[in-house]
């Protein structure tokens, strides 16, 4: 007798099971799909005891007749594709034929369906995969989908299902997905008979986020202005710069309206934010990306929780950029968000001195306290001589800790002019303007009030962030000035990295490397940039060669050298215990304010926090 045998169709559900039906949540997430996929516009789902003892959904989608209520039971059945070509070009959720099927045979399965013209219902019972009953019934037009003990034949699997708690923050997660996935469609989920949350159709998509997460959330987050770019549509929400989190769970991304994760959308997302995001945390994102499903396949793990792009370098570049612009078009919000109404300029670098705070009467009395350090602060006399664009080229060696453009020896002559251009003399037309400087706390934290409260500046990261950008945009245009070595290294490298080397030599002198050819596979490098106090050059370039090979896109030509600017702005910048002066202090919140990121340093921290008046009088328990 031969050794194989053609498995059971109830054993072979079972394995196939094993894939799609992981757990309660993953029950949840195929019956919502194919409620979506019905075209129902309204879903209730119900779950006991984490899911496992019950998951019930309810759509008043399109529904099946008989023939095709039955047919859906079997495996491979589906009324979504029709041949192998049509895999190429997927529009609805489903499309494998697997899970009703799966989840019927690893529960007590009830399903309860009727077209909306017919005049009754068919209601299937199964347990373990094998059909109990056939009946007509009397449901309203749509199908009911239940799933009761799940797993109740296969105790090996049930004994894998964590706490109740655990399993319904897993329902309600995936939830979470479909929800903000179709805003249009309204949605309900009772767990253990109270309602969870209870959701109505909405247009908007800030509605459902906001019904979702709390009205909170969307002041961290900033509208992408919907675009197309390649035939590719990005459309959501992307957490300010130095908004994160410390996991992915809120890194919430589809494609043609599936939830998905994917590597290429995670690159992309980390080249866009870049210098806006802490390193080892995750962006905040609501991210939709539309695109001709010919060029995605979404065949590739049963779950369907993976997809793969034809071209994953046009889908990464083009939202990088976006991902970039929309940061960037985030900044003027931000200075709005912290500009006050009052017309008397809080912080005036031009003629600061010492005088009481312009606090309106309402607020008078929470500011108070704080009046004595004003005091602490003297007008610098020699304020206006380095307030001027600085000429001397001994920068470092001036006493004054703080200057606005030669900390770092770059600028030469004319060239600081064309930065010290975009900060109007008088500090009147930048945000500065709306802020009244307080003190300092801690020789570290510039303490300033505006029309919200409290402002606190890490001294440190600002000017990060000053140096930071001042440097990238002199990489940009004239380039950083190169200093000569006076023994050039010479540099072997694999005839890839050469090559490639050489072909981006142009870029690399503008981060002011020097480098030329010397001999086959053999380059010299005789230059480094002079802000950089590189102690291991060749090690750097290798380095360098490394992080920018690994990046193509046109986006990351740009950031050429960002990250090594990055790293070392840090040296340079005004420490923890420099004692800064009140002009200094000032052109530093200016200069701050003039970036185009300013609410973070280069490294993704944030620069500047706001404690509203509400929070403190939280604190004080003058209001609950
Ligand atoms: P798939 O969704 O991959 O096609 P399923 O096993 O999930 O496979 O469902 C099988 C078929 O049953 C679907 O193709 C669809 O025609 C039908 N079906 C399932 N659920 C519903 C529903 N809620 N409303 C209408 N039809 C449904
Ligand atoms: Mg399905």
Same mark, same amino acid.
């Given at each position: 007798m031969g050794r194989i045998a053609l498995l059971p169709d109830e054993v072979a559900s079972q394995v196939a099971a094993g894939e799609v039906v992981e757990r309660p949540a993953s029950v949840v997430k195929e019956l919502v799909e194919n409620s979506l996929d019905a075209g129902a516009t309204r879903i209730e789902i119900a779950i006991a005891r984490g899911g496992a003892s019950l998951v019930r959904v309810v759509d008043n989608g399109f529904g099946m007749d008989r023939d095709d209520a039955l047919l859906s039971?079997?495996?491979?059945?589906?009324?979504?594709?029709?041949?192998?070509?049509d895999l190429a070009n997927?529009?609805? /959720?489903?499309?494998?034929? =697997?899970a009703l099927p799966s989840i019927a045979s690893v529960s007590r399965f009830r399903l309860a369906t009727r077209p909306n013209d017919a005049i009754e219902g068919t209601e299937i019972l199964v347990n373990g995969g094998k059909i109990d009953s056939v009946r007509a019934c009397g449901e309203a037009p749509g199908t009911l989908v239940e799933a009761k003990h799940l797993f109740y034949n296969l105790p090996a699997r049930r004994k894998f299902l964590r706490t109740e708690n655990t399993e319904a923050s897993h329902v309600q997660h995936q939830l979470m997905l479909q929800a903000l996935g179709h805003p249009e469609v309204g949605f309900v989920l009772l767990r253990d008979q109270a309602v969870i949350f209870q959701l109505p159709p909405t247009r908007s998509l800030a509605t459902r986020i906001s019904d979702l997460r709390?009205?909170?959330?969307m002041k961290q987050v900033v509208e992408i202005e919907p675009t197309t770019v390649d035939g590719i549509s990005i459309r959501g929400f992307l957490g300010k710069a130095g908004v994160s989190r410390?996991?992915?769970?809120?890194?919430i991304m589809f494609v043609n309206g599936r939830a998905v994760d994917n590597l290429t959308i995670q690159h992309a997302l980390r080249e866009g934010y870049h210098t806006a995001l802490m390193k080892g945390q995750y962006p905040l994102v609501f991210l939709f990306l539309d695109l001709d499903?010919?060029?995605?396949?979404?065949?590739?793990h049963p779950a369907k929780r993976e997809v793969r792009f034809r071209n994953p370098d046009v889908i990464r570049q083009s939202l990088a950029e976006t991902v970039r612009k929309t940061l960037d078009s985030d900044r003027g919000n931000w200075s709005r968000a912290f500009?006050?109404?009052?017309?008397? +300029?809080? /912080?005036?670098?031009?003629?600061f001195a010492p005088s009481p705070p312009v606090a309106s009467s309402a607020r008078a009395e929470s500011v108070?306290? /704080?009046?004595?350090l004003v005091e602490q602060f003297a007008l610098r006399k020699d304020w206006h001589e380095f307030s001027q664009?600085?000429?001397?080229?001994?920068?470092?060696?001036?006493?004054?800790?703080?200057?606005?453009?030669?900390?770092?020896?770059? !600028?030469h002559g004319s060239k600081t002019e064309a930065h010290s251009t975009?900060?109007?003399?008088?500090?009147?037309?930048?945000? !500065?303007? =709306?802020f009244r400087l307080l003190g300092v706390l801690g020789k570290l934290y510039i303490l300033m009030e505006n029309e919200e409260g409290l402002v606190l500046v890490d001294q440190h990261a600002a000017h990060e962030r000053i140096l930071f950008e001042r440097l990238r945009r002199e990489t940009e245009t004239a380039g950083v000035p190169c200093q000569r070595l006076l023994i050039p290294i010479v540099l072997r490298l694999p005839p890839k990295d050469h090559d490639w080397l050489l072909l981006n030599a142009p870029s690399l002198q503008k981060m002011g490397f020097s480098v030329e050819p010397f001999g086959e596979s053999t380059l010299k490098i005789d230059g480094i940039p002079q802000f950089l106090r590189i102690e291991d050059p060749a090690n750097t370039i290798r380095q360098l060669v490394d992080e920018l090979r690994s990046l193509t896109s046109s986006t990351s030509r740009l950031r050429l050298g960002e990250d090594v600017i990055a790293k070392t702005v840090c040296r340079y910048a005004v420490k923890a215990n420099d004692q800064l002066h009140a002009a200094e202090i000032g052109q530093l919140v200016k200069d701050l304010l003039a970036c185009? /990121?300013?609410?973070?340093? +280069?490294?993704?921290?944030?620069?500047m926090i706001q404690i509203g008046y509400s929070e403190l009088e939280k604190k004080f328990g003058r209001k609950v």
């Open positions: 039971l079997e495996r491979h059945a589906t009324s979504k594709i029709r041949t192998g070509n997927i529009h609805t /959720l489903g499309f494998r034929g =697997e709390g009205d909170q959330i410390p996991t992915r769970a809120e890194q499903p010919a060029d995605v396949d979404v065949n590739v500009a006050s109404p009052r017309s008397s +300029p809080l /912080l005036d670098v031009a003629d108070a306290p /704080l009046v004595p664009p600085q000429q001397k080229e001994d920068g470092l060696a001036s006493p004054q800790i703080y200057r606005s453009e030669t900390a770092i020896p770059v !600028s975009r900060i109007p003399p008088d500090g009147r037309e930048t945000p !500065s303007s =709306e185009e /990121l300013p609410y973070c340093c +280069p490294h993704g921290r944030p620069t």
